[in-house]
């Protein structure tokens, strides 16, 4: 049996792509079970309770040698613990390639899309087999969570195709409509504790070079509607990040506030030594801890290059 899962901290696309991508599997004739590394953001939820399924089983380990296909993520860092004593059979992504290691021959799908579920429709396509509706509505879903509807510079013409051909498949009228509920479920963030929003969306990045100065960081990301919550929380939000900080071993920690209808990023910043990275590298002045980068609202594309870039130089 395969195990299909996700990145820790799991977004929707990490959540649906398992789900998905065990279902196609198991149509060409795989073994194959989906699970989750981590709780289910309220986005994510949202989704899977209109959708009408069950989450994927939480999954905190394997033996050594077990079969693992990865969604969503190709970095040991970033998935689940023991990655490298285990058989990755499969991986189909869309972020950079990582510290990935195969023991055997895998099946490898990595494509500069906007979403895994625009690499998983393309899969679908190229096999000739049909998108069903509950599977559609998973894909659909994840496009418009990971482009926050078109609005990051991540998204490609094929997520805007993606999301044509699946909505009359899902049975999704009112795409916009959709997209509002999804972002309206996200920023419901009620009393979660602020080490919990810290780490709904959060990812370590090795930085640098093993030989001279490595660095670790940790980079978490809030997308929301309503940014004015979360800077209410801002000095609860400082202390669950240097808490982290000191847990992970890190090197800094950042978290970027993505306000998703203006698209514009205000990030916290840890303390005075990320500030000066974050002056350095982006040009950004930080004030009490906020530094603003404009529109840089991508993790993947705009905040992760620009500091492999800087301390790889
Ligand atoms: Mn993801
Ligand atoms: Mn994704």
Same mark, same amino acid.
């Given at each position: 049996?395969?195990?299909?899962?996700?990145?820790?901290?799991?977004?929707?696309?990490?959540?649906?792509?398992?789900? #998905?991508?065990?279902?196609?599997? =198991?149509?060409?004739?795989?073994?194959?079970?989906?699970?989750?590394?981590?709780?289910?953001?309220? /986005?994510?939820?949202?989704?899977?309770?209109?959708?009408?399924?069950?989450?994927?089983?939480?999954?905190?380990?394997?033996?050594?040698?077990? /079969?693992?296909?990865?969604?969503?993520?190709?970095?040991?860092?970033?998935?689940?613990?023991?990655?490298?004593?285990?058989?990755?059979?499969?991986?189909?992504?869309?972020?950079?390639?990582?510290?990935?290691?195969?023991?055997?021959?895998?099946?490898?799908?990595?494509?500069?899309?906007?979403?895994?579920?625009?690499?998983?429709?393309?899969?679908?396509?190229?096999?000739?087999?049909?998108?069903?509706? %509950?599977?559609? =509505?998973?894909?659909?879903?994840?496009?418009?969570?990971?482009?926050?509807?078109?609005?990051?510079?991540? %998204?490609?013409?094929?997520?805007?195709?993606?999301?044509?051909?699946?909505?009359?498949?899902?049975?999704?009228?009112?795409?916009?409509?959709?997209?509002?509920?999804?972002?309206?479920?996200?920023?419901?963030?009620?009393?979660?504790?602020?080490?919990?929003?810290?780490?709904?969306?959060?990812?370590?990045?090795?930085?640098?070079?093993?030989?001279?100065?490595?660095?670790?960081?940790?980079?978490?990301?809030?997308?929301?509607?309503?940014?004015?919550?979360?800077?209410?929380?801002?000095?609860?939000?400082?202390?669950?990040?240097?808490?982290?900080?000191?847990?992970?071993?890190?090197?800094?920690?950042?978290?970027? #506030?993505?306000?998703?209808?203006?698209?514009?990023?205000?990030?916290?910043?840890?303390?005075?030594?990320? &500030?000066?990275?974050?002056?350095?590298?982006?040009?950004?002045?930080?004030?009490?801890? #906020?530094?603003?980068?404009?529109?840089?609202?991508?993790?993947?594309?705009?905040?992760?290059?620009?500091?492999?870039?800087?301390? &790889?130089?």
């Amino acid at each position: 049996m395969i195990a299909v899962f996700g990145h820790l901290n799991p977004d929707t696309d990490a959540v649906t792509a398992a789900l #998905v991508y065990a279902h196609l599997l =198991r149509r060409q004739g795989r073994e194959a079970t989906a699970y989750r590394l981590g709780e289910l953001n309220f /986005e994510t939820a949202f989704v899977l309770r209109e959708a009408g399924i069950n989450a994927p089983e939480l999954l905190e380990s394997l033996p050594a040698g077990h /079969e693992v296909a990865l969604v969503d993520h190709n970095e040991s860092a970033q998935s689940l613990p023991g990655l490298k004593t285990l058989t990755v059979t499969h991986v189909v992504d869309h972020h950079r390639l990582g510290d990935l290691e195969t023991s055997q021959p895998a099946t490898l799908r990595f494509d500069p899309v906007g979403c895994t579920a625009t690499v998983l429709l393309r899969l679908h396509l190229e096999a000739n087999l049909h998108v069903e509706a %509950t599977d559609a =509505r998973l894909l659909l879903s994840a496009i418009l969570s990971d482009t926050l509807h078109f609005r990051s510079p991540t %998204t490609t013409p094929a997520d805007r195709e993606a999301v044509a051909f699946l909505a009359p498949i899902a049975g999704v009228a009112d795409v916009t409509a959709y997209a509002l509920s999804l972002f309206a479920a996200k920023s419901d963030l009620g009393d979660t504790p602020a080490s919990t929003l810290l780490k709904m969306d959060y990812k370590v990045f090795p930085f640098g070079h093993q030989d001279r100065g490595a660095q670790k960081w940790g980079l978490g990301v809030i997308e929301t509607t309503n940014p004015g919550y979360v800077f209410g929380r801002q000095a609860e939000l400082f202390s669950a990040m240097n808490a982290e900080k000191a847990a992970g071993g890190l090197d800094g920690l950042l978290l970027s #506030v993505v306000d998703i209808l203006a698209g514009t990023n205000h990030m916290l910043v840890a303390g005075p030594s990320e &500030a000066a990275v974050i002056q350095a590298a982006f040009g950004a002045a930080v004030q009490n801890g #906020v530094a603003d980068l404009g529109d840089r609202i991508s993790r993947k594309k705009q905040i992760v290059p620009t500091l492999e870039a800087y301390f &790889a130089g």
